[in-house]
């Protein structure tokens, strides 16, 4: 009997689907050679996925740091098959209660990995999940148990698309079925780009039911601004500089009054490391949504380390600087638009004729804007420029509206709806378009989301947002004059394309969908604090299942409001209600105390 | 005799505080005993303190708190609720058959409070708090105003604490002998030899409350220069060591054979038996101040910031306390004037700071420069008389 063989026979036991597979497999996908230990071990495409030296002592060190991590009565679903020493180390060190999952993207690799060597008594206790990434993540959903996905790297990263799906998948269909209520306190910047993306992410935050404590710094611009008037540079750094850390003290004072779930930052939010770290030390968990290019705007190297989670707009080599700066988790996160603001106007005549033309543009005035925008004068069609910071552009004078103010929201709103065409040209600092032109810019959302047609410079991650039906782009801009002049004559065409589109943003990308996506992977990655309360194990029906027959419990739980999610500030909360201490029953005076003592806990003096 | 059950009625005195608060509370204890001596008495504190008021036979019990695991039950609520709330319910059983007939709650936080409910008899609970809580009211208040206002007080925390529990102070320091058995071999050489014996407490409790390490070797070098047979203990807690080394690598070499470094090597008991092998105890630490006078060794305190010798300066007679005449960090130590004190029992003021000696008498502790005694035993005895009437209308009668 062969290795193989024996340990398809025992896969078989549980997968028979599965063990039919491998045994029709072709295999040969990893190349086996013998570590220094003697055991085997294993190349794919040249590399090392296991240890040249001790494939199991390096298993039983991975393993070692993982298995703390994992709860009783959690599935933890392990991406990266290799030979399977990581699986088999985990196995033992994790307690029974612990369920243990295996993603097989390739049973081409499984079948290897089953011919080196021979799995025991720990293949019963595996699950091996094989199927389309959808389909497992599906399961492991309807299992109803709490999820840790941990990656076993140097053997993953050969499916990593398989395991960016299950990922996403997973995550989409745990922000489906969330019923939990988080706090969520919402550091937002003191002012530009991202403080109106802190109104959108608060009012999604909202909308799927959370509470958010939106700690507004821009309330301080003001201040901050006067400082921007100083002629001394370095006395104006300074000063901005002790703002921004006195900003960051106060946010964290305002966490201490009541400690959130979450604590959610938008890009310049004034937080700094040291603040950052304190709240670690204090378990608080914190996120950042770094909505910024990250190769114009280089703070987030130092500040890597500092929050637990990551959310970026670029991908790939993006991704990879964060971690190698010290990024903990760090996640893809597009920008979005929010269709309570960004819609339909029905304009008067004359709001048209103020607001309206042929073709706009919003924005400011970057160089690369500058330089290319005067080939779009002296066309038989229309074209006005909105926004600041357009000095010094005197061959655009003519088209620079309202002398080159900013212009607020409700403006930019109304300009979208009354022009025919909308250019949206993504900024840079150089002359031309973008060299590296990845992410996709609020402006395209908005627009699509306005229901106004626009043509956007082409973007490597357009075509996931939106297909060529809902979106047109350009990769020159010698061709935008001919396109607009094409388009300006095709009114049915443009209406059928930025309606494709508006319905595209309302079906996938508003800041509802993206904070779903946020919390779904920060709640997959924290199974039993976040993702537990996404799951709804907070709220009061299922504190009720869950206490069983201790009736003093029952008795306090069903004093709180049905359909709520209960801590135990709000069990206290209701107790203190009642009256005097001197009234309260024995159990009562008890969550007192102990309501005492979890005050302390994130005390952040 | 005292009841043995607990069935027979016990009282019950709560003290959540730190160090000095627990030894501070031992003239209430003392005063409860003579008052009551029918009764049980029992003392709850933090658990690692326990050991203050057990060496001291002040009381019958003394009730451990561990604050931590109520911090770790606090925290695993949200998943395991009704674990929590049942080892909780375990926690205070484990304490006792908790029925006292009476709580004296000293600290007055919620903590402190709710405990008094768990542990006061359930049938005389709801009739009885508001009787108890009329009777601590005005000492309560009185602490929050000295607290707040820092006025011109003149009655001592502990006897404070005494009037709280509804008894006058005894007159006396407690006094307690430790165990001598359990000191670290490389330490027992302390307080053996002959000569002048200085324990110095090093830290603080808070950072604006400690002495700066240079003006402590500063200090070292005077005394030892001025007594060849003096010998130096400094003291302090774990977190203390590195004070403790600051301290010592500020002394020329040829004085360290003279300074023998406690810091963070002595559990409490320990740290009382050495402190009852030296004469002195020097500090600005005002828990460690406290531990010295109560094993029967003289104090001097350099008090700044918040401490006021008035309020927490040591208890009992022959002590002494420099106190600053600022709240800031001092600018300059009164080291050669303190160190002619312990050595030659000569009294010199220094700059910025006065100088108070410790005295006892019906009223607790009080403090005197010098200047104004009666005066001050005036507005000791008016102050009982306005929150105490009763207590000394029955002590006079």
Not at chain 1, 187 to 215: C, D, F, M, N
Not at chain 1, 489 to 507: I, S, Y
Not at chain 2, 11 to 22: C, E, K, N, T
Not at chain 2, 323 to 350: F, G, H
Request: glycine share 8%; charged share 20%; hydrophobic share 40%.
């Amino acid at each position: 009997m062969s290795t193989l063989h024996d340990n398809i026979t025992r896969l078989a036991a549980r997968h028979p689907d599965l063990a039919g597979s491998v045994t029709n497999a072709a295999g040969g996908v990893l190349t086996i050679e013998p570590a220094r230990s003697g055991a085997p071990s294993a190349r794919r495409a040249g590399r090392w996925i296991h240890s040249a030296y001790d494939p199991l002592r390096e298993a039983q060190t991975w393993a070692a740091a993982h298995a703390s991590a994992c709860r009783p009565g959690e599935t933890v679903v392990v991406a990266g098959v290799g030979l399977l020493y990581h699986v088999e180390a985990l196995r033992r060190a994790l307690s029974p209660e612990i369920e243990l999952a295996v993603l097989v993207p390739d049973v081409d690799e499984l079948q290897d990995a089953l011919t080196a060597r021979p799995i025991v008594d720990w293949c019963a206790q595996v699950h091996w999940l094989s199927g389309t990434a959808e389909d497992i993540a599906e399961q492991l959903r309807r299992s109803g148990r709490p999820l840790r996905c941990l990656s076993y790297v140097p053997a993953a990263s050969a499916n990593a698309e398989f395991h960016r799906v299950f990922e996403e998948a997973l995550r989409r269909s745990l922000a489906r079925q969330s019923g939990g209520q988080l706090t969520i306190a919402l550091v937002g910047p003191i002012y530009g780009g991202s403080l109106p993306i802190a109104r959108y992410v608060k009012r999604a935050l909202e909308t799927l039911g959370h509470t958010v404590q939106w700690i507004d710094h821009s309330v301080h611009a003001a201040s901050y601004d006067v400082m921007s008037s100083l002629k001394d540079g370095r006395n104006r750094q300074v000063m901005q500089g002790r703002m921004a850390n006195l900003l960051s003290q106060w946010t964290l004072a305002s966490l201490a009054e009541s400690p959130p779930d979450l604590v959610l930052s938008l890009a310049q939010a004034p937080l700094t490391l040291p603040m950052l770290e304190h709240l670690r030390k204090k378990k608080f968990l914190t996120a950042m949504w770094f909505v910024e290019n990250y190769r114009h705007l280089t703070y987030w190297q130092q500040m890597a380390p500092g929050y637990e989670h990551w959310f970026v707009i670029q991908k790939d080599a993006c991704l990879e600087a964060f971690r190698q700066a010290g990024a903990r988790h760090v996640n893809y996160l597009p920008m979005a638009a929010d269709p309570e603001v960004h819609r339909p106007l029905s304009l008067s005549e004359d709001e048209r004729r103020l607001f309206g033309a042929d073709l706009s543009f919003v924005g400011a005035g970057y160089a690369n804007r500058r330089r290319l925008f005067p080939a779009l004068l002296r066309h038989p069609w229309s074209f006005k420029l909105w926004g600041n910071e357009w000095e010094g552009a005197e061959d655009l004078r003519s088209v620079i509206q309202l002398n080159g103010a900013r212009i607020d929201t409700a403006t930019c709103m109304k300009v979208f709806n009354a022009t025919t065409i909308n250019l949206n040209l993504h900024s840079t600092t150089g002359e031309g378009l973008d060299p590296q032109a990845d992410f996709v810019n609020p402006r395209t959302f908005e627009l699509a989301a306005c229901g106004a047609f626009q043509l956007v410079d082409h973007r490597s991650y357009l075509s996931e947002c939106f297909t060529e039906r809902e979106i047109l782009s350009f990769r020159d801009f010698g061709d935008v004059p001919a396109t607009v002049s094409q388009w300006l004559g095709d009114r049915a065409a443009r209406q059928a394309m930025a309606h494709a589109a508006r319905e595209r943003v309302l079906a996938g990308h508003t800041y509802v969908h993206r904070m779903q996506d946020l919390l779904g992977q920060i709640g997959l990655s924290q199974p039993d604090r976040v993702g537990a309360i996404l799951r709804g194990e907070r709220q009061q029906e299922v504190l009720l299942t869950r206490c069983g027959d201790d009736q003093p419990l029952q008795a306090l739980l069903k004093d709180c409001p049905s359909g709520q999610r209960i801590e135990l500030k709000d069990v206290a909360a209701r107790i203190r209600s009642k009256g005097p201490i001197s009234a309260l029953r024995r159990e009562e005076l008890m969550v007192l105390m102990l309501d005492e003592y979890r005050s302390e806990t994130r005390d952040l003096a | 005799m005292r009841p043995e059950s607990n069935r027979e009625p016990r009282h019950l005195v709560i003290q959540l505080a730190r160090l000095g608060d627990v030894v501070q509370t031992l003239p209430a204890l003392d005063a409860l005993r003579q008052a009551h001596p029918h009764r049980g008495l029992d003392l709850l504190c933090a658990a690692p303190l326990r050991a203050v008021a057990a060496d001291s036979g002040l009381c019958d019990r003394v009730l451990p708190w561990d604050g931590s695991r109520w911090h770790a039950w606090a925290t695993g609520w949200a998943d395991h609720a009704g674990d929590m709330l049942r080892e909780a319910e375990e926690c205070i059983a484990s304490l006792g058959a908790l029925s006292y007939e009476r709580v004296y709650t000293l600290n007055q936080h919620a903590r402190s409070r709710l405990l008094a409910q768990l542990c006061a008899d359930p049938i005389r609970r709801m009739a009885d708090t508001e009787t108890w809580e009329e009777q601590m009211r005005p000492w309560a208040q009185y602490l929050r105003q000295v607290a707040r206002e820092r006025g011109r007080n003149r009655i001592h925390l502990a006897d404070a604490w005494c009037g709280m529990c509804g008894v006058r102070p005894q007159g006396r320091a407690p006094l307690c002998d430790p165990s001598a058995g359990n000191i670290p071999q490389d330490l027992a050489a302390i307080g053996e030899r002959e000569g002048l014996w200085v324990a110095l407490a090093v830290g603080a409790g808070e950072t604006d409350r400690c002495v700066p390490t240079g003006m402590w070797s500063r200090w070292i070098q005077t005394f030892l220069s001025q007594r060849d047979d003096g010998h130096v203990v400094l003291i302090g807690s774990g977190q203390e060591r590195e004070a403790g080394q600051a301290v010592l690598e500020g002394l020329p070499s040829l004085l360290q054979g003279h300074v023998w470094d406690c810091t963070g090597r002595t559990t409490l008991t320990q740290l009382m038996a050495v402190l009852r092998r030296c004469h002195w105890i020097v500090g600005a630490d005002t828990g460690p101040l406290h531990v010295g006078t109560l094993v029967g060794v003289r104090a001097l305190g350099f008090y700044f910031s918040r401490a006021r010798v008035h309020e927490t300066g040591p208890y009992g007679t022959g002590h002494w306390v420099y106190q600053s005449a600022t709240t800031q960090q001092p600018n300059s130590w009164p080291v050669a004037e303190s160190i002619a004190l312990i050595c030659d029992d000569r009294q010199s003021r220094s700059d910025d700071w006065t100088l108070w000696r410790s005295h006892m008498d019906e009223w607790g502790v009080w403090f005197d420069d010098g200047s104004a005694s009666q005066a001050s035993e005036a507005t000791r005895a008016a102050m009982w008389q306005s929150l105490s009437p009763e207590l000394c209308r029955s002590t006079a009668a």
